[in-house]
């Protein structure tokens, strides 16, 4: 198992920027793939970016709506995974989760989630 935790939420003014952490402990070593979701009041979660590794190369995939603006990036030795937020729009305010693909093995495909950690982009 893997426990994941949010953090970085809060305020922050249109056009801001804004660094979101998620901080992953337990068998971290399954994880294969990691990504970042939102989710706005009234509307389904929506994944917006995804980080994913084949031996030594990190692979990085947006949703169109935060390409060029977003980056996500990961620290494998200590196990945090990070979501830069530049040139931030209102339409960005969603609680943000972040979630992790585990392989315990090859006949195994597990997810995490974190609890999530609230956005707020004022005009």
């Known amino acids: 198992q893997v426990q994941l935790v949010e953090s970085g939420g809060g305020l922050v003014q249109a056009g801001g920027s804004l660094r979101l952490s998620c901080a992953a402990s337990?068998?971290?070593?399954?994880?294969?793939?990691m990504g970042w979701y939102r989710q706005a009041p009234g509307k389904e979660r929506e994944l917006i970016a995804r980080?994913?590794?084949?031996?030594?190369?990190?692979?990085?995939d947006y949703a169109a709506s935060v390409k060029g603006r977003f980056t996500i990036s990961r620290n494998n030795a200590e196990n945090i995974l990070y979501l830069q937020m530049n040139n931030v729009k209102p339409e960005d305010t969603a609680v943000y989760y972040c979630?992790?693909?585990?392989?315990?093995?090859?006949?195994?495909?597990?997810?995490?989630w974190g609890q999530g950690t609230l956005v707020t982009v004022s005009s």
């Open positions: 979630n992790a693909e585990l392989r315990p093995s090859i006949e195994e495909y597990l997810e995490a």
């Open positions: 337990g068998s971290s070593f399954h994880i294969s793939a």
């Open positions: 980080i994913s590794s084949s031996d030594t190369t990190n692979y990085a």
